[in-house]
């Protein structure tokens, strides 16, 4: 449901408790009725402050655990369990307990961001390496610094011809 607005989910529900059927609703905002249905559902358990949340909402493990827990073990329904935590669909639910079952029964934290190109080595590490060993971790990090340099040096001198072009158009 993340490709409809705040607003939108609320013009839903509005419309809906004023007698909409679910069909025209899934037709004028092309998503599923099922989706519909579990919107109408979240709100009127959790009220409008319910999507009002953050786009990008983390779950702590401990929390995640607790919820895959309620549906593995205490054999609550899925849909029921992701309304009464307030979740923001179903089907987010549905790829946890996946990635729970696929990954041993552990929670796999994804980590954000782009990882690292030069791969930091722990102060321990390095006192633990071969004086060999620290000869060429240092190369290797001497020639990654050197090449990120050059491209700095070759990034600042493109911005300033761009701005010496800008000055001379005006």
């Known amino acids: 449901m993340s490709k409809i607005t705040r ?3 609320l013009e839903i529900y509005n419309k809906r408790k004023s007698g909409v059927t679910l069909q025209s609703l899934a037709l004028e905002y092309h998503i599923n009725i099922q989706n519909i249905k579990y919107l109408i559902r979240l709100l009127d358990q959790h009220g409008a402050t319910i ?3 953050d786009k990008n ?3 702590p493990p ?3 655990e607790e919820i895959i827990n309620k549906v593995l073990i205490d054999n609550h329904s899925i849909k029921s369990t ?3 935590y307030g979740l923001s669909s179903d089907g987010i639910l549905h790829n946890w307990i996946r990635s729970y079952k696929e990954n041993d029964y552990v929670i796999v934290e994804k980590t954000r961001g782009r990882r690292s190109t030069m791969k930091p080595k ?3 590490e390095y006192k633990e390496m071969t004086l060999e060993e620290k000869v060429k971790y240092l190369e290797n ?3 990654y610094l050197e090449a990120e340099n050059e491209y700095l040096k070759k990034l600042r001198a493109v911005v300033q011809a761009r701005k010496n072009q ?3 158009k005006k």
Request: hydrophobic share 20%.
């Open 7 to 9: 607003e939108q989910k």
């Open 51 to 53: 999507l009002k949340k």
């Open 57 to 59: 909402r983390s779950y």
């Open 62 to 64: 401990l929390l995640k």
């Open 82 to 84: 992701a309304l009464e």
């Open 122 to 124: 722990s102060n321990q």
């Open 141 to 143: 990090k001497n020639q």
């Open 166 to 168: 800008q000055s001379k």
